[in-house]
């Protein structure tokens, strides 16, 4: 499969807490992304870190990428009610034609 | 910002009959794709276009299905004869390149409901 393995798959946290959600791959990747689905909407494309690159940022988030364990994490800071949604990685497989596949997701749920 | 529009956002049809959902890419984007999503489950790929040919299919994309960019702004998607299995969201998405340097933008989506 090439989708990516999100962990946990349902996350329950307070609002003003962070939130760190998992994902882990299987072969070498090109890049990996991550993206959050609002209930009955579209997908949104958060972030995109590629394999060179260790770590990045963008406003509350921050992704990392482990590429000796094939593993990325996914970070929301001062988490707020309006993050409620599901998350999905989508790693792009060195090799691989030109598009992204969606596993599970996690759902995330922040209590106002 | 510049946004991926489809219509209608809710379609209801008869089992057998044929239908178009259509898609408003970003404009400088370049490569295009549809999705789906039956209620509960995963987002699954369905196809992706580039340079005015399918560049990949799923499994679910069989001869029931097609795609066509008839002029330089929609990107459609045909269903030949519905069957109630195809109940879904299906998504359009678009990108600039393809997804080793950017992302996909996706549509909101359109919920097709067969009866």
């Known amino acids: 499969s090439q989708q990516g393995e999100e962990d946990p798959q349902a996350l329950s946290i307070q609002e003003g807490e962070n939130a760190t959600m998992n994902c882990s791959y299987k072969?070498?990747?090109?890049?990996l992304q991550w993206y959050r689905q609002n209930s009955g909407r579209g997908l949104v494309h958060l972030i995109l870190?590629?394999?060179?690159?260790r770590e990045k940022h963008s406003g509350r988030l921050r992704v990392t990428l482990d590429t000796s364990k094939k593993s990325s994490s996914l970070l929301i800071t001062a988490s707020r009610a309006a993050d409620t949604a599901s998350y999905f990685c989508a790693p792009l497989y060195t090799g691989a034609n030109s598009k992204l596949t969606f596993g599970k997701g996690i759902t995330l749920s922040v209590r106002p | 910002e510049p946004e991926v529009t489809q219509t209608p956002s809710h379609q209801v049809t008869q089992m057998g009959q044929e239908v178009i959902l259509r898609c408003v890419p970003i404009s400088n984007h370049l490569y295009f794709y549809w999705y789906r999503q039956i209620l509960g489950q995963k987002v699954e790929f369905l196809v992706s276009?580039?340079?005015?040919?399918?560049?990949?299919k799923s499994e679910i994309f069989d001869d029931q299905f097609s795609v066509e960019r008839p002029d330089g702004s929609n990107f459609t998607l045909k269903i030949r004869s519905t069957k109630l299995e195809d109940s879904a969201m299906y998504f359009c998405?678009?990108?600039?390149?393809?997804?080793?340097?950017?992302?996909?933008?996706f549509g909101s989506g359109t919920r097709l409901t067969v009866v």
């Open positions: 276009f580039y340079n005015n040919e399918i560049s990949e």
């Open positions: 998405a678009s990108s600039e390149a393809d997804s080793g340097s950017y992302g996909y933008t």
């Open positions: 870190i590629r394999s060179n690159e």
């Open positions: 072969t070498s990747i090109n890049n």
